[in-house]
């Protein structure tokens, strides 16, 4: 069957603002439909959203408009086999920059300067503190999208940049490659650790106690992935115990982060609220690969990101 219609649904708002994605669809040869959770789904609708739901599973193809399709349950997808893909492969820019610009700061103290700007206070800090970031080294966990981001950025700085993940094919900017399985002896010598994996059964908590025990005392986590990939009760105790330095965070077991979390209070915690995708054409970036998508799926190819 030909797809008939693009089905909106409108939790991406949660995201993107949802008529400029509409808008973005001007030259799609299907009609493109904003719709809600009391819609139901044929063959002949391709839909793309933020959340799962179970009517989805009627369509003809579903997109995922997140990298991470974790809140999706695949199985179900492959049973009906109705295609899901996702939005992996935008997000190398964006978030390779923010993940940089926590690095960056946390070396040289800009969230520090900020906070006593806030007071008006000429804050001079002990000399020792400030540190470049040129010749220090980052462990990369994960070297898809965001990983490949996140290095070749980190090396055009200078760092010495090493990476883990599982087929341990090698990319650029990246020295060394590790497996998951010596995961310690990548991250040991590393004055900071950016977690760029998928959330799956075997990266849930794979930073945990340990891991943090292994990390240098000087060193400082960056998560950019998802909040279960790190146990944030040993975070919160290993910064309390100081066997870290400090963390730059974008994702957390509970999102919004609760008002009562510990990691608010640390000074040395860069926290952003789950936007270190988002920057103003962050829904072209969306659209574009929808389009291509619908395209494909009119013409008989494969889709692109099929996850399902
Ligand atoms: P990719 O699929 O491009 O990359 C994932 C990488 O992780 C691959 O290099 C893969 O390599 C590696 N990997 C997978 N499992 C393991 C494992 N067990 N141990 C070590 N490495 C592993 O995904 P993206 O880079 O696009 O996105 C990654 C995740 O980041 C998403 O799933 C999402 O959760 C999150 N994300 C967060 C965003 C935000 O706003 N903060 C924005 C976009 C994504 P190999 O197969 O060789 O192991
Ligand atoms: C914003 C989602 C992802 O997985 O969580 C991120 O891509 C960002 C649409």
Not at 105 to 121: C, E, I, W
Not at 192 to 212: K, N, R, Y
Not at 246 to 271: H, K, M, N, R, Y
Not at 281 to 294: F, K, M, P, Q
Request: hydrophobic content about 35%; charged content about 25%; glycine content about 8%.
């Amino acid at each position: 069957t030909d797809l008939q219609r693009l089905c909106v649904h409108e939790s991406i708002g949660n995201k993107i603002p949802k008529e400029g994605f509409v808008e973005a669809f001007d030259e799609l040869s299907i009609p493109v439909e904003l719709v809600g959770d009391d819609e139901s789904y044929d063959e002949s609708d391709a839909v793309a959203s933020f959340k799962p739901r179970p009517e989805f599973l009627d369509a003809g193809w579903v997109h995922v408009i997140r990298a991470g399709y974790d809140a999706f349950d695949t199985d179900e997808y492959e049973t009906t086999g109705t295609p899901l893909t996702n939005s992996t492969g935008i997000h190398g820019t964006t978030v390779g920059e923010i993940a940089v610009g926590y690095m960056l700061s946390l070396a040289r103290m800009l969230h520090v300067y900020r906070d006593h700007q806030n007071d008006s206070d000429w804050y001079e800090p002990e000399y020792q503190r400030p540190f470049t970031v040129e010749d220090e080294r980052l462990c990369v966990i994960g070297l898809g999208t965001l990983g490949q981001g996140i290095a070749t950025r980190a090396d055009a700085l200078g760092m010495d940049v090493v990476g883990v993940r599982r087929s341990q094919e090698s990319v650029p900017g990246v020295s060394e490659v590790y497996h998951p399985d010596d995961l310690h002896d990548a991250i040991a010598d590393a004055r900071f650790v950016a977690v760029a994996v998928p959330h799956t059964p075997s990266t849930e908590g794979m930073i945990s106690t340990d891991e943090l025990a292994t990390m240098r005392d000087d060193a400082y986590l960056v998560n950019v992935a998802r909040g279960p990939i790190v146990d944030q009760d040993a975070l919160v105790d290993a910064l309390d115990a100081g066997t870290i330095a400090g963390a730059g965070l974008d994702v957390f077991e509970t999102e919004p982060l609760p008002e009562e979390s510990p990691l608010w209070d640390f000074e040395e915690v860069i926290i952003s609220p789950h936007r270190g995708s988002a920057t103003n054409r962050y829904h072209l970036d969306i659209a574009e690969l929808v389009a291509e998508n619908v395209r494909r799926y009119q013409d008989g190819e494969s889709l692109k990101n099929r996850v399902a």
